[in-house]
Nanobody, 121 residues
Framework: QVQLVESGGGLVQPGGSLRLSCAASGSIFSIYAMGWYRQAPGKQRELVATITSGSSTNYADSVKGRFTISRDNAKNTVYLQMNSLKPADTAVYYC???????????????WGQGTQVTVSS
């Protein structure tokens, strides 16, 4: 069993900041990539940012310069620091991780339950 639990969402005003956290737990052998995706009402889920175990990162163009993804490998945790938030950032944010379990071959994709981020005045 693998579980990803997000936290840190909430309601903020435009220009504000939030820091999301996602901790992986359970039967884990190793974690390669971790990332954040988001889904707004009526839209498909989109990539926000990803980070590998070697700390290589990539970002959606819409968040470059405003969001920063990082991870603590010892804690199996990924973070998303979100600054200069805009109403367009309003969405449910989902944590994703590529995790190798002791009883499985390769890496499987796992998702958290999502955390709501609302940017509104």
């Amino acid at each position: 069993q693998v579980q990803l639990v997000e936290s840190g969402g909430g309601l903020v005003q435009p220009g504000g900041s939030l820091r999301l956290s996602c901790a992986a737990s359970g039967s884990i052998f190793s974690i390669y990539a971790m990332g954040w995706y988001r889904q707004a009402p009526g839209k498909q889920r989109e990539l926000v940012a990803t980070i590998t175990s070697g700390s290589s990162t990539n970002y959606a163009d819409s968040v470059k310069g405003r969001f920063t993804i990082s991870r603590d490998n010892a804690k199996n945790t990924v973070y998303l620091q979100m600054n200069s938030l805009k109403p367009a950032d309003t969405a449910v944010y989902y944590c994703n991780a590529q995790i190798r379990r002791p009883t499985e071959l390769g890496y499987g994709n796992y998702w958290g339950q999502g955390t709501q981020v609302t940017v509104s005045s």
